[in-house]
């Protein structure tokens, strides 16, 4: 591919939409310095997918959109596009078959990027896929940017490889190890999540199996618990009532203790108010004395402190008068001196004076004659800047005319060129075959009906998925409730089995059945079906006799006679007995034959009424052995009325019973509903799942159609745009020819003016150069003499600030003595001031006449400490008094403390023990239990300390803590569990299979990338090595991998320039790194010639013998790869075949120009004349 045309508007300076043909393999760019010549590279990196601001010279992508200048406003988007003739087909992918490429970008302020080719939005990755191995991208090594030189030389060991990659062309083969490294990456992490939950599945399934031996082991000990708790409570409560009333009987004992103390602390409490009267009074007293005392105290101290006072300030006041005279004396000697300084400072400034007055007539005088010098000088400048001006011009115009010579020159050649290449493309081109366009049109059209008729099923499906999803979690809810109900029904069936086995094998007489071996005889209450409502009635007439078991044998009665049971047992015997009907018999039903007769037997003569309300009225007619039940379980006879009160043991037996067997009916039922739900569920699911894998399907069928058409679109558009473009071609080439023809005509003429203008300047530029050496030698001499003007200017210039610093200082110094004499003459008289004052004030002091007043007040003092003393004996007497009383006031209330202490901690302890009874009363209540049957069971632990049985209780309460939760639907979480293990175990195999493809694929890509990496390197190695000497006369240069790994291994550069033994290539200067650099990159081209290549001043660092060979290497490789360079280098500009310049006339406005023939033209023809 070559780049015929590049295309920007927007990009940072070319504002204005400008395009740069690119005919020829070697494209100079010239211009001035931020003329804008390097934003030519820039854009032609970005629109080849750089996205690193900073790579762009910019701060954010934003600053690549024109920002506006001075007379510009900024512009709101920016793009640029790359034209390349593919008419080779060296394009990648389905691009091959265009002959000619579009290759875009376009960025806007609101940040939106897009990419086209051939006009079609893509991806950036279809961009870089476009150019991968082909040496192009926005970092490869073919775009050689300002700096990428010494980046290249200087790179490490792993970013050097990376260049070695790109040459090598396995940048596809890493993409796609990235690819299917990211896939295993996913894949394994899918199959830790699957172990994960395999892990969680198996710990969970070993829970299940062991809450169901749990929950038996849970019961056994709950029932145990619950029994010995309530006898714990029982025998508590009991202790607690016998504490209440023996705490009552030591608080009264206590109260009357209390009372008779109160009554002696109240007596003392009296005699100590009265001492306490006595105590202020004399209190009061001291008090008075100390303040008398106090303050003839302050009157001595007053009068001493004053006396002090002023025999202190006499001291003060000799001493400072005697200060005051020296310093009198001190300023009196300083006038003195002062008078003789200012004399010989006079002196000097008049000296001073008259040196300024000669150094002024100097300066005046030189003054005078410097300008002089200085207008001969300037007239000599001015003759030498016109004589160089008029050379400069001549030179400007031979350079022009050479330029327009070199212009014609390389036109002619890119002519003969254009033709060449245009009629090879003219013989190349044929009219295409449409029949498979039609085809393809046709086609087109049938995969588009199909893909509507895979989206309209897609859609059926789709709409209908959620309709079973909502079906599906209703559905789940339903089983949820009904699996709740199921457990709530069998967890109620359960208790009450419990109970009523508890019923049946507690109390003694279960131990007496137990002992006799009868405790597997059915009961009776077992036996029998009672209408429900009338449980009540029948446990009122047969009481403890529905506790009764057969007795098969009658000839084991007189045994079991013999040991009597602990309570009541009714033993039923075998015989035929007559079966009555009516009364309570009717409400019973009984299908054992034998039992039937034994219930009419007892029942005989029992009937069964509603309330007491119908019973009543009928008493007088019932005969004797008969009588009346209501379904209260209230018994009439014709003389009497029992009330019904629940046996607490066998209460409830019956209709527990009854309930036990509507339970299991309802548990059929309930658990036919769950079957039922589950059923509907698994149906829903499983259409479901249906729907999501025929959704799947569909859409799987949907983007392969989508796909088939989009290649069919892309084929169609190709082979119209191949057709439009061969005709277009046609058309462009027989009027280029035409063009050609023109302009080959034109630059012939142009190129013989030329050779005649460069004459006729080259004999005016020797004429002037003569007269140019004789004006030059003019002015040296004016600038001598100039030179020595201004150096005696400088040294009378020099004696004038001297004499002018002198009399400054004279003037300076006067005016300080002025300053001092003042000072002196004030200090003097503040001295007078200060010492008038001291003397007045040492003769006002007066000490002789306070201290008669002093001797006084310490007279006065004396009698009133004697006075205090007095005060203070009486105030301790009182004190003493006072302190007895407190002492016997608080041994009395000291011995109050401890009983009113015990009368409170006993009815604390009273208090608590009603508490206890009250609390364990209210324990018993709301567990439920039976104080008589709790009675009977507690004889069993008589003996049994209420500790033992606490422990015995903790020991249970442990147990049953240590069994931890309780899971009643253990089998069928467990069912579950293990089917979803099933799938989990299966989708783990897939998993494990994908992995081992997806490392099978990476370790053939890798093999394949090694292969190729290693045959580059050393085709690369080879070439370095071949160019190095060729670009620099001679030396040797290699490359070294650091490592074993080549996928991995850094590559170092080992480079040695003629006589030089280097050990790094960092010793080496920057032209020798740069032309390192240049012989790596040309080396990497042999192996794999990009399309073109991008240089941008990397001539810079080089000298005129480095730049010819550079030169000349560029001009070989041309032939295979098209070079586009920005150079001031006017030895590189020489190979160009074509120039491009870049100017910006405008502020901030990039612009390509092209050079003006016809002003040219005009200049030389003025010059001739």
Aim: glycine share 6%.
């Amino acid at each position: 591919m070559r780049l015929t045309k590049l295309k920007l508007a927007g990009f940072k300076s070319f504002v204005d939409p400008t395009m740069v043909a690119l005919p020829g393999q070697l494209v100079g760019v010239v211009g001035p310095n931020g003329c804008g010549k390097s934003n030519i590279m820039d854009a032609v990196r970005w629109v080849l997918g750089e996205s690193k601001a900073s790579e762009l010279r910019g701060e954010s992508m934003q600053d690549v959109i024109f920002n506006g200048s001075s007379n510009r406003k900024p512009v709101s988007r920016a793009s640029v596009e790359l034209i390349f003739d593919n008419s080779l087909g060296r394009a990648m992918g389905q691009w091959s078959q265009y002959a000619e490429l579009s290759v875009k970008r376009v960025l806007t302020r609101a940040g939106q990027s897009d990419y086209l080719i051939n006009n079609i939005k893509v991806r950036r990755k279809d961009i870089t896929d476009l150019f991968l191995g082909t040496g192009l991208g926005p970092r490869a090594y073919a775009i050689i940017g300002q700096g990428m030189i010494s980046r290249i030389i200087e790179a490490k060991p792993d970013e050097l490889r990376v260049f070695l990659e790109e040459a090598a062309g396995v940048t596809r083969y890493k993409e796609r190890r990235k690819e299917t490294e990211g896939r295993l990456a996913d894949t394994r992490e899918n199959l830790l999540r699957v172990e994960d939950i395999r892990l969680e599945l198996g710990g969970q399934m070993e829970r299940l199996e062991a809450q169901a031996a749990v929950a038996r082991q849970y019961h056994q000990l709950n029932d145990e618990l619950t029994l010995k708790q309530q006898v714990l409570w029982v025998l508590r409560r009991n202790e607690a009532k016998a504490e209440q009333q023996r705490f009552a009987l030591e608080i009264e004992r206590a109260g009357t203790d209390l009372e008779g103390q109160t009554a002696i602390l109240r007596e003392t409490e009296a005699q100590l108010e009265a001492s306490r009267e006595a105590h202020f009074a004399a209190s009061d007293g001291v008090h008075q004395a100390q303040s008398d005392l106090f303050t003839v105290n302050a009157d001595v101290a007053r009068l001493e402190t004053e006396i002090r006072h002023q025999r202190e300030s006499r001291l003060q006041l000799e001493s400072r008068i005697a200060q005051l005279e020296g310093e009198q004396q001190h300023w009196q000697e300083q006038g003195e001196n002062l008078d003789m300084e200012e004399e010989r400072w006079r002196e000097l400034q008049l000296v001073a004076e008259a040196r300024l007055e000669q150094a002024q007539m100097k300066l005046e005088a030189r003054q005078e004659r410097l300008p002089m010098a200085e207008e001969a000088q300037a007239a000599a400048q001015e003759a030498l800047n016109q004589q160089r001006n008029e050379m400069a011009k001549v030179e400007q115009v031979l350079q022009v005319e050479q330029t327009h010579r070199s212009h014609a020159q390389r036109t002619l050649q890119t002519i003969a060129q254009r033709r060449d290449r245009m009629e090879q493309e003219r013989d190349s081109l044929a009219e295409p075959d449409t029949s498979e366009l039609d085809l393809k049109t046709e086609e087109l059209e049938e995969q588009k009906e199909r893909l509507i008729a895979l989206q309209d099923k897609l859609g059926a499906a789709q709409g209908e998925l959620p309709q079973l999803e909502s079906r599906r979690r209703d559905l789940l809810n339903e089983v949820q409730q009904a699996m709740k109900d199921v457990a709530d029904v069998r967890a109620r069936r359960a208790a009450l089995e419990q109970l009523q086995a508890r019923v049946q094998s507690g109390g003694k007489v279960g131990e007496w059945l137990r002992r006799h071996g009868l405790e597997g005889r059915t009961p009776l209450w077992k036996r029998l079906h009672v209408e429900a409502g009338w449980e009540d009635a029948v446990e009122a007439v047969l009481r403890e006799r529905l506790n009764a078991v057969a007795a098969e044998d009658p000839t084991a009665l007189a045994a079991l006679v013999a040991d009597k049971p602990a309570g009541k047992l009714t033993l039923l015997l075998s015989g035929a007995a007559p079966v009555a009907s009516g009364g309570l018999l009717a409400r019973i039903r009984c299908d054992e034959p034998t039992l039937a007769g034994v219930i009419a037997d007892w029942l005989h003569g029992v009937d069964g009424v509603d309330n007491l309300e119908a019973a009543l009225p009928r008493r007088e007619s019932l005969a004797p052995g008969q009588s009346l039940v209501t379904r209260e379980g209230h018994l009439v006879t014709r003389h009497s009325l029992t009330l019904f009160a629940p046996d607490s043991t066998e209460h409830g037996l019956l209709e527990r019973q009854r309930e036990i067997e509507s339970l299991a009916s309802v548990l059929e039922d309930k658990q036919l509903a769950v079957e039922t739900v589950q059923a509907q569920l698994a149906e829903v699911e499983a259409r479901i799942t249906d729907l999501q894998a025929d959704s799947q399907n569909l859409r799987r069928r949907t983007q392969e159609q989508q796909d088939r058409i989009h290649t069919l679109q892309m084929e169609v558009l190709r082979q119209n745009q191949i057709l439009d473009r061969i005709r277009e071609r046609h058309a462009q080439i027989e009027q280029a020819a035409t063009e050609l023809a023109a302009e080959e005509e034109v630059e012939q003429e142009r190129l013989f003016m030329a050779d005649e203008a460069i004459a006729v300047q080259r004999e005016i530029l020797d004429e002037l150069h003569a007269r140019f050496a004789g004006v030059r030698a003019r002015l040296e001499e004016a600038d001598r003499a100039l030179r020595e003007e201004r150096e005696a200017l400088a040294g009378v210039e020099r004696e004038q600030r001297e004499a002018q610093f002198a009399l400054r200082e004279c003037q300076s110094k006067l005016a300080e003595m002025a300053n001092n004499r003042t000072m002196s003459q004030r200090q003097q008289n503040r001295i007078q001031e200060d010492l008038a004052q001291c003397r007045e004030n040492y003769d006002n002091l007066q000490v002789e006449i306070l201290e008669p007043r002093l001797q006084e007040a310490l007279e006065m003092r004396v009698l009133r400490e004697q006075a205090l003393a007095h005060q203070r004996e009486a105030l301790e007497n009182a004190t003493q008094a006072l302190r007895h009383l407190e002492e016997q006031r608080l041994k009395v209330e000291q011995g109050l403390n401890p009983m009113r202490d015990r009368v409170g901690e006993l009815r604390l302890k009273e208090q608590a023990a009603a508490l206890n009874v009250e609390q364990l009363t209210a324990q018993l209540l709301e567990a439920g239990a039976n104080e008589e049957i709790l009675a009977e069971q507690a004889q069993a632990f008589a003996g049994t300390k209420a500790s033992t049985l606490q422990g015995s209780i903790g020991s249970l309460q442990k147990a049953i803590l240590e069994l931890g939760a309780v899971n009643l639907a253990a089998l069928e979480e467990l069912e579950a569990a293990k089917q979803r293990k099933e799938f989990l175990d299966a989708q783990a195999d897939d998993l494990n299979t994908a992995m081992e493809t997806l490392e099978n694929a990476i370790r053939r890509i890798d093999k394949e990338t090694r292969d190729l990496l290693q045959a580059t390197y050393d085709t690369v190695n080879r070439h370095f090595g071949e160019l190095f000497p060729t670009l620099f006369g001679g030396g040797e240069a290699r490359l070294v991998m650091t490592g074993d790994e080549i996928l991995d291994s850094g590559v170092q550069i080992i480079a040695q320039p003629p006589g030089k033994k280097n050990a790094t290539i960092h010793l080496l200067s920057g032209g020798e790194k740069a032309l390192t650099a240049i012989a790596l990159v040309f080396a990497m081209f042999q192996l794999n010639p990009a399309p073109f290549c991008l240089l941008d001043e990397v001539d810079a660092p080089l000298d005129d013998s480095n730049t010819e060979r550079f030169a000349d290497m560029v001009k070989r490789m041309s032939s295979n790869t098209q070079f586009l360079f920005i150079s001031h280098n006017k030895i590189a500009m020489e190979m160009a075949q074509q120039l491009v310049g870049v100017t910006m006339q405008e502020s901030g406005v990039s612009r390509v120009v092209e050079v003006d023939i016809a002003e040219a033209l005009r200049m030389r023809e003025q010059v001739a004349a």
